[in-house]
């Protein structure tokens, strides 16, 4: 079985959250607490993490297989609805993979192990315990299709979903070190941030095996992990103050339009939006024939 020491190099940043359950009884434990599943035995685990599917700066974090069921786990520190769109990708490069020998064009129906898409939220922004993204949402006109795809997201913060946690005690113990780096890194420099949280959750006995025999590298993910988000964050605003000179009316006009061919309410947009009803009406209205 591979262990914790025997992580293989990687071509890209991994992070913590993939590194801890690359151990395949941490995924284990993982899976039976989502799937609600009893299985007992790690090795059942057939890991198929497409380590080198970097496609525009993405990549599968973790995926596998496990009693003719597929599944699909994806990390996140910030929220993103082109999530489905990317499983999608994932899922059509493994099933390529798997079906490599097979007769696609032959009279005899090919198995497929049917999938499961899951995310783990751990963002600053709020988010409920549970939500569904679907492909559908990412559609340009709002009707019937044929081609659909629902992930489940989970938010994994300290605090949300309890009874998630006290299934996988893990997951438990990686919320809570991303809680104390998040909070240390409020009030001191991010690596001595990261560094007294390691320190303090060694001693805690949180995640205290992992982080002793990882802990170059797991302070090093974590450095980049938080350099990452903060980095984001600040594109973003900067992408926001760029749209609001260059015409934030505009801007709105179009995401609000929409908006508004999905079915939207102007309630609902305004919200979504953080505009006023008022903003939002007279927006529409101005570009109406």
Partial sequence: MKTLNSIPNRTY????????F???EHLLELYNAVSGKHYTNPEM???????????????????????????????QSTYSPNLPLRFLLYISALYS???????????????????RFVIFYNGKDEQPDRQ?????????????????????????????NKELMEMS???WEYAEYTARV???????????????????????????????????????????????????KQEREEAWEEGR????????????????RKGKTITEIAEELEESEETIKEILDSRKE
């Fill in 13 to 20: 940043k991994a992070t913590i959250f993939a590194m801890l």
């Fill in 22 to 24: 690359e151990d395949k």
């Fill in 45 to 75: 685990l057939e890991i198929n993490t497409l380590e080198n599917a970097i496609y525009m700066a993405i990549r599968n974090d973790i995926s596998f297989l496990i009693d003719a069921r597929l599944s699909l786990y994806e990390h």
């Fill in 97 to 115: 993979s798997m079906t490599k020998d097979a007769n696609l064009y032959g009279t005899k129906a090919i198995e497929l192990p049917p999938p």
């Fill in 132 to 160: 569904i993204l679907k492909l559908s949402d990412l559609y340009t006109i709002n009707e019937e299709c044929s081609l659909e795809l629902e992930a489940v997201m989970l938010n994994v913060n300290s605090g949300h």
């Fill in 169 to 171: 005690h893990t997951l």
């Fill in 182 to 232: 998040r909070e240390y890194t409020e009030t001191m420099e991010l690596e001595e941030a990261v560094e007294r949280a390691i320190e303090e959750c060694i001693q805690e006995g949180i995640l205290k095996e992992f982080l002793e025999k990882n802990r170059a590298e797991a302070k090093n993910m974590s450095i980049f992990e938080y350099d990452q988000e903060r980095h984001i």
């Fill in 245 to 260: 000179k260059a015409g934030k009316r505009d801007m709105l006009w179009k995401l609000a339009e929409k908006k508004l």
